[in-house]
């Protein structure tokens, strides 16, 4: 079977007059934080092209190993507030979340040409 990636892409803006901060935190703390949590492969964060993303300028792309890291999520952050709770109070302090979504690539979802 070929393989297969499926991310967690999750939305933000920057508070007013935050983003430069929020560029820096990023960077230094949350992404090296973020990317350490259960199930992550990598994580990106993009600007929205073309206004597609609305009132939501930023996308947080965490490619994740399955569907279950979610929920190794939030035993992380309970298990560890010491590590996430800082982190989740720095992105709070800085972006203002918004939706999120699940995307994938797998074999199955192509099209192919069956005739």
Do not use: C
């Amino acid at each position: 079977m070929e393989a297969y990636r499926i991310y967690f892409v999750a939305t933000a803006r920057h508070r007013p007059g935050k983003a430069g901060a929020g560029a820096k935190w990023w960077t230094e703390k949350g992404q090296p934080v973020f990317g350490s949590l259960p199930g992550v492969r990598s994580v990106r964060v993009y600007a929205t092209q073309f206004g597609l993303g609305g009132e939501y300028s930023l996308e947080f792309w965490y490619e994740v190993e399955n569907y279950a890291a979610l929920d190794k999520w939030d035993e992380a952050f309970e298990a560890d507030p010491e590590k996430y709770g800082p982190a989740l109070q720095g992105f709070n302090d800085l972006f203002e979340a918004g939706p999120g979504r699940m995307m994938g690539d797998w074999p199955e979802s192509r099209l192919t040409d069956t005739d």
